[in-house]
């Protein structure tokens, strides 16, 4: 095996292997690290490989430059793209078996830079791709709140959250769920990341303008009992996939906000109809995604954590088990990185009667949050705050992706006392 992470040995590549081999030694590396993406790019006198990995970046060695291109080209040849092309940007996709006989569908593209190219692979590991509900790493009482959601015949459930916040793959855990051979299933994705066995699965195009809502006119008339759709972003697409929710389709979409509630208001703002949202929705999943403490290597935390500070809403949890806060460490297990996974954190609004009615009255995002915590809804900050204390991430990994004041304040006096 070649010795990938040897980051400054620029030299001598040309006897390590020929590109080819490299290239498919180098994408094994980076599926068994469960890299996303992968990158080969021309920097000052060198081409620098980097993976991402756990939603951060990893510098993983520098090449020679004659090397490096030659390796950018073998890659463009896997995505079935022009090896040569150095002028224009260019775009392929394609399947490789690596040498230890896994398989994996990349997309590329390549843009010319400064220095040359950057060439950036997206990974897409079948077997871990497109996971089941319940290996999203969520609490078993979220789990079930989304299959009680999808076990509805209609009703519009909307996923949202940030730009890498996990989305598609919740979309694709409830598909699959959905996916028995008793429904047909269409969906309208922008791009498709895992096929579907049995889904009609549709790729837009602007080009040949199939947007969103040209291609949800289309599906409408296949009969579907669920779609998905991939985006929400224009009111076109908004208003027909309430009517749809609201009229004996199940309808799942993204749209892009940062909480539940502001979703619903997201919505409003493309469809002024409140009632027809409130009839239609029937809830709306907001989520982040954050590291896991390796389980194997995590230490406790020297950070001060006072037992009655817990509120109720948050102990109930805990499964009576007691708070325990954990930093990361470091094995060979998680490459000595003290993370070994990516967890979703959810916040689930579950639309009852109560919040149908707020939202029918016109209620503002600040509001209806009040109204669903209320409700019983625990806010993302409230899980965030029960992974902690359960050792399942680092407050330092909870502190980057949840803005919350409590939050925040647990990490400074852990600061001081550590
Ligand atoms: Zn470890």
Same mark, same amino acid.
Request: proline share 5%; aromatic share 4%.
């Given at each position: 095996m070649i010795d990938f992470e040897d980051l400054d040995n620029a030299e001598g590549e040309t006897e390590l292997s020929p590109p080819e081999l490299f290239a498919a030694n180098l994408i094994e590396w980076s599926l068994e690290r469960h890299a996303s993406d992968l990158f080969v790019s021309d920097i000052d006198g060198a081409v620098l490989i980097s993976v991402r990995r756990l939603g951060r970046i990893e510098p993983v060695r520098k090449l020679a430059r004659d090397y490096g291109r030659r390796l950018q080209g073998h890659l463009r040849v896997i995505a079935g793209a022009d090896a040569g092309e150095s002028v224009r940007p260019v775009e392929g996709r394609g399947n490789i078996t690596t040498p230890d006989g896994s398989k994996a569908h990349l997309r590329l593209s390549s843009l010319p830079t400064l220095y040359g190219q950057d060439v950036s692979i997206r990974l897409f590991d079948p077997v871990r791709g497109a996971r089941p509900l319940d290996q999203l790493g969520m609490d078993s009482v979220d789990v079930e709140s989304i299959e009680h959601l999808i076990d509805q015949r209609s009703g519009l459930i909307l996923v949202t959250g940030p730009v890498a916040s996990g989305k598609s793959s919740t979309l694709y855990a409830m598909m699959k769920r959905l996916n028995d051979g008793t429904r047909k299933i269409h969906t309208i994705e922008d791009p498709i990341e895992h096929a579907l066995s049995g889904v009609m699965q549709s790729?837009?195009?602007? $080009?040949?303008?199939?947007?969103?809502?040209?291609?949800?006119?289309? %599906?409408l008339r296949h009969s579907p009992d669920v779609i998905m759709i991939g985006e929400i972003r224009d009111r076109q697409t908004a208003e027909t996939a309430i009517r749809a929710g609201a009229s004996g389709q199940l309808v799942l979409a993204?749209? *892009?906000?940062?909480? #539940?509630?502001?979703?619903?208001?997201?919505?409003?703002?493309?469809? @002024?109809? *409140?009632?027809?949202?409130?009839?239609? +929705? @029937?809830?709306? =999943?907001?989520?982040?995604? %954050?590291? $896991?403490?390796?389980?194997?290597? $995590?230490?406790? @935390?020297?950070?001060?954590?006072?037992?009655?500070?817990?509120?109720e809403r948050i102990r109930c949890r805990m499964q009576d088990a007691p708070p325990s806060v954990f930093d990361p460490f470091g094995c060979h297990l998680c490459h000595?990185?003290?993370?070994?996974?990516? =967890?979703? +954190?959810?916040? =689930?609004?579950?639309?009852?009667?109560?919040?149908?009615?707020?939202i029918?009255? $016109?209620? &503002?995002? #600040?509001?209806?949050? #009040?109204? &669903?915590? /209320?409700?019983?809804?625990?806010? +993302?900050? /409230?899980?965030? *705050?029960?992974? %902690?204390?359960?050792? +399942?991430t680092s407050l330092d990994e909870i502190n980057r992706a949840v803005t919350d004041p409590h939050i925040a304040s647990m990490r400074r006096r852990g600061n001081k006392s550590g």
């Amino acid at each position: 095996m070649i010795d990938f992470e040897d980051l400054d040995n620029a030299e001598g590549e040309t006897e390590l292997s020929p590109p080819e081999l490299f290239a498919a030694n180098l994408i094994e590396w980076s599926l068994e690290r469960h890299a996303s993406d992968l990158f080969v790019s021309d920097i000052d006198g060198a081409v620098l490989i980097s993976v991402r990995r756990l939603g951060r970046i990893e510098p993983v060695r520098k090449l020679a430059r004659d090397y490096g291109r030659r390796l950018q080209g073998h890659l463009r040849v896997i995505a079935g793209a022009d090896a040569g092309e150095s002028v224009r940007p260019v775009e392929g996709r394609g399947n490789i078996t690596t040498p230890d006989g896994s398989k994996a569908h990349l997309r590329l593209s390549s843009l010319p830079t400064l220095y040359g190219q950057d060439v950036s692979i997206r990974l897409f590991d079948p077997v871990r791709g497109a996971r089941p509900l319940d290996q999203l790493g969520m609490d078993s009482v979220d789990v079930e709140s989304i299959e009680h959601l999808i076990d509805q015949r209609s009703g519009l459930i909307l996923v949202t959250g940030p730009v890498a916040s996990g989305k598609s793959s919740t979309l694709y855990a409830m598909m699959k769920r959905l996916n028995d051979g008793t429904r047909k299933i269409h969906t309208i994705e922008d791009p498709i990341e895992h096929a579907l066995s049995g889904v009609m699965q549709s790729q837009t195009n602007t $080009r040949l303008g199939l947007g969103f809502a040209e291609l949800l006119t289309v %599906v409408l008339r296949h009969s579907p009992d669920v779609i998905m759709i991939g985006e929400i972003r224009d009111r076109q697409t908004a208003e027909t996939a309430i009517r749809a929710g609201a009229s004996g389709q199940l309808v799942l979409a993204t749209v *892009h906000s940062t909480s #539940t509630a502001e979703a619903v208001d997201m919505m409003l703002q493309y469809d @002024s109809d *409140h009632q027809f949202l409130a009839n239609a +929705l @029937s809830g709306v =999943i907001n989520q982040r995604l %954050v590291r $896991r403490l390796c389980p194997v290597c $995590r230490k406790p @935390s020297s950070a001060p954590h006072d037992d009655g500070e817990i509120p109720e809403r948050i102990r109930c949890r805990m499964q009576d088990a007691p708070p325990s806060v954990f930093d990361p460490f470091g094995c060979h297990l998680c490459h000595e990185g003290g993370y070994d996974q990516l =967890i979703a +954190l959810p916040e =689930i609004m579950l639309v009852d009667e109560t919040i149908e009615a707020a939202i029918a009255k $016109r209620v &503002c995002a #600040t509001e209806l949050e #009040t109204i &669903c915590a /209320e409700d019983g809804m625990l806010r +993302l900050a /409230e899980v965030a *705050h029960s992974y %902690v204390l359960r050792g +399942l991430t680092s407050l330092d990994e909870i502190n980057r992706a949840v803005t919350d004041p409590h939050i925040a304040s647990m990490r400074r006096r852990g600061n001081k006392s550590g």
